[in-house]
């Protein structure tokens, strides 16, 4: 687990680096333990979301997880627990997402260029298509995020009531976001602001975002009806 590197991945035109950023405590699912720990079909879902970036076939180079500093003796005795053997730097992570995703990206300050996703450690289910060309619409435009259209009608609060809003025009935003490494580099480098959302909002100052088509079933483990969701998609093999 010490070992970050993936000897054995497929060369690719260039270098693909992950972060994995799992901060979250489970609170709003009245668990025990934080979500990214809580068993999925048998497996912690920090492990199923691990294993999607390490799927040979995406040749991502290195794999950083970032955890909260309380937090890594737990997942370390998880990995010896469920014999995890993916390569992966295990980073300590800051108060904010912002911080911690900073924290990610000097476990790579050695690495010259490439491309570099942040994923959400509670979505699980990404799928690879999915993950694929949002590294490739970074390594052509920049800066890419996955994202799909609203099912649900949205409407905007405002002084006197509300109104409907365009939803072809709306996008609910996922992970992978992935950016040129030099590019997130940069963003992080300016200080943290409070209108920050997730690193396309730190990066969109500096840079166009592309939109890369997302999947409904690359859902987050937010409530414990998300957590019934992607059990029940992974036993129907669609997760």
């Known amino acids: 687990m010490n070992e970050p590197k993936f000897p054995g991945s497929p060369a690719s035109k260039y270098p693909r680096y992950t972060i994995i950023v799992a901060g979250g405590s489970g609170t709003r699912m009245g668990a025990d333990r934080p979500k990214q720990f809580l068993e999925l079909a048998g497996e912690p879902v920090l492990l199923h979301t691990l294993r999607r970036f390490a799927d040979p ?28 053997q993916i390569p ?36 699980p289910l990404t799928p690879r298509a999915v993950i694929e060309a949002t590294y490739e619409a970074a390594y052509n435009h920049g800066a890419a995020v996955a994202a799909v259209v609203p099912k649900d009608s949205v409407r905007n609060l405002s002084q006197q009531g509300s109104y409907a809003l365009n939803r072809a025009r709306l996008r609910l935003v996922q992970t992978p976001q992935c950016f040129d490494l030099a ?11 409070s209108t ?17 088509e997302g999947d409904y079933r690359n859902l987050k483990i937010t409530t414990a009806e998300d957590l019934y969701v992607a059990e029940a998609l992974l036993r129907a093999g669609k997760g």
């Open 183 to 193: 590019l997130l580099r940069r963003a992080y480098q300016l200080p943290e602001l």
């Open 196 to 212: 920050f959302t997730d690193d396309s909002s730190v990066v969109e100052d500096l840079h166009p975002i592309q939109l890369v």
């Open 57 to 84: 076939a995406l040749g991502v180079r290195e794999l950083v997880v970032v955890l909260p500093a309380g937090q890594l003796e737990t997942w370390q005795t998880l990995c010896a627990q469920y014999n995890v």
């Open 88 to 123: 992966h730097a295990l980073v300590v992570g800051g108060a904010t997402r912002w911080a911690s995703v900073r924290a990610g990206l000097a476990q790579l300050a050695d690495r010259e260029s490439g491309v570099v996703a942040v994923h959400d450690g509670v979505r």
